[in-house]
């Protein structure tokens, strides 16, 4: 492990932001980009009548991204990539930011590249992770003690996730990120996905699994609905519920236990019941998963992590009255629409209180989001 970060001292504890997000600046399909793909990759665009849009392969999705991606700007139809907050992609501002209220670490996700699963071509997908990737060291070398950033794995082909993890350890990242969807039918306990489980391991990287609504990719939720209403309250925890099941019960944490896995932004109320029910299927119908040896909660309690969003006071009370507390880290979601600017931990702190649990507070905001991190 890498000993990075700020550490407590007998006076101060330093706050971990371990789901932040930055928006990608025009530079990362401009100029970090290998010129052969500049016109292929994700990028931000406006259409014919001046509107905000996202473009994937070259094609205009009809889809506008930067509404999500600033606060409390959702549902503005005049707001567009330009209007994204210096915060959010500048990285001398970030740290003005992260000061401002109170955080001393953040890591960081993609906003634009949490769609990039919705990317056809193996090729161009992983000419669009490296851009991304590239930028991403650029930004987080600014202040290595406090700003850590998440790599864009492009599940599209083995082969190239394989090669970018190589590449994200070799540039500072700190782990990798991929969506919680099958890419191209990708299982995450397939023989061919072991590959990438154990790059990430070999290379001792965290893999934080991360979806959003926007995406084009089969889901539970875009086999269903169109209105973004009913997308955006399916798309996070359904896909992450699939994802823990395939993660925990495939038995494949047992054959690389230095792995961590994170699953994040699909709050946590859901997982006591999943818990158990994986537990109870393991009991009677565990003959079908031959891998699985131990028990789901046990596997989720040593390689898994959760984050917990501020409102979530009584379902953290829960997680922790099952002796989960240590699986749960915070993240502030800073720039995105829905995230609470200013004084989100000042928000948390006070679940912490409303629910007695102040003790637990620098498990979650310190020591678990170091754990997770693979920080020393």
């Known amino acids: 492990m890498t000993s990075r970060g700020p550490i407590k001292t007998d006076t101060t504890t330093p ?77 001398a501002e970030r740290l003005k930011v992260m000061d401002d209220e109170g955080l001393s670490a953040a890591l960081m996700f993609p906003s634009l590249d949490l769609l990039a699963g919705d990317i056809n071509d193996p090729e161009v997908a992983a000419a669009n992770a490296r851009a991304y990737n590239r930028w991403m060291a650029d930004f987080v070398s600014e ?112 054959d690389h236990p230095r792995l961590r896995v994170g699953f994040f932004e699909s709050g946590l109320g859901w997982l006591p019941y999943w818990l158990e029910r994986m537990d109870e299927h393991k009991e009677t119908m565990g003959m079908l998963v031959p891998r699985l040896k131990r028990e789901p909660t046990e596997i989720f309690s040593d390689q898994c992590f959760i984050t917990m969003e501020a409102g979530e006071a009584e379902a953290f009370a829960q997680v922790a009255g099952m002796g989960l507390a240590h699986t749960v880290v915070w993240g502030s979601d800073y720039p995105h629409y829905d995230c609470t600017f200013p004084g989100a931990l000042a928000e948390l702190d006070e679940s912490f209180v409303k629910i007695g649990r102040t003790d637990l507070r620098e498990d979650v905001l310190y020591d678990n989001a170091r754990r997770f991190m693979g920080l020393g």
């Open 15 to 91: 706050v971990y932001d371990a789901d932040a997000h930055i928006c990608e600046p025009p530079s990362v399909w401009t100029e970090y980009c290998d010129p052969k793909f500049r016109e292929h990759i994700l990028r931000a665009d406006l259409d014919a009548n001046g509107r905000d849009v996202m473009v994937i392969e070259g094609v205009d999705q009809h889809t506008a991204v930067a509404q999500a991606c600033i606060p409390g700007a959702y549902g503005n139809p005049d707001i567009t990539w330009a209007d994204i907050v210096p915060g959010s992609w500048n990285p």
């Open 143 to 254: 202040d290595p003690n406090r700003l850590f950033g998440m790599g864009v794995c492009p599940l599209q082909s083995v082969d190239a996730a394989v090669a970018e993890i190589a590449f994200m350890a070799d540039n500072g990242l700190t782990g990798l990120t991929f969506r919680p969807e099958r890419y191209h039918g990708l299982q995450l306990y397939s023989e061919e996905m072991d590959r990438v489980w154990s790059a990430a391991e070999d290379h001792d990287l965290t893999v934080g699994i991360h979806g959003s609504f926007g995406s084009k990719m089969n889901s539970f939720a875009r086999t269903r609905y169109d209105n973004p209403f009913y997308v955006h309250m399916v798309c996070h925890p359904f896909e992450q519920m699939a994802s823990v099941m395939e993660v925990v019960c495939s038995g494949l944490l047992d």
